[in-house]
């Protein structure tokens, strides 16, 4: 059963970076489209950001663009989350997560991905 961890979150104060990893189990990683999601207390879960499997194209939602940038490194089984100039709004558990079937580019939806992480918080203060 493949597995995603993620690590790097914490307390940061608005304008701070951040940069979140998501280390995957998955033997076939480089063929796996993979999206970072995030949920607020009390708000459902949304869409942050995506890569395709080849890695060459992105997506990202109207929120953190210009700010986030999502990659990945394959030779680590890796896909990582830099975040920037980051608000209060920001404040979140962020959670990564694995396409379902494999040379799919990103996806923006939830019920396109079937490996979710445990989560890991972040917090802006103002």
């Known amino acids: 059963q493949v597995q995603l961890v993620e690590s790097g979150g914490g307390l940061v104060q608005a304008g701070d970076s951040l940069r979140l990893s998501c280390a995957s189990s998955?033997?076939?990683?480089?063929?796996?489209?993979m999206g970072w999601f995030r949920q607020a207390p009390g708000k459902e879960r949304e869409f942050v950001a995506a890569i395709a499997w080849s890695g060459r194209a992105t997506y990202y939602a109207e929120a953190v663009k210009g700010r986030f940038t999502i990659s990945r490194d394959n030779t680590k089984t890796t896909v990582y989350l830099q975040m920037s100039s980051l608000k209060p709004e920001d404040t979140a558990v962020y959670y990564c997560?694995?396409?379902?079937?494999?040379?799919?580019?990103?996806?923006?939806?939830?019920?396109?991905?079937?490996?979710w992480g445990q989560g890991t918080q972040v917090t802006v203060s103002s």
């Open positions: 997560a694995q396409r379902g079937g494999p040379f799919y580019s990103g996806s923006i939806y939830i019920r396109d991905y079937d490996v």
């Open positions: 998955e033997r076939e990683f480089s063929t796996y489209a």
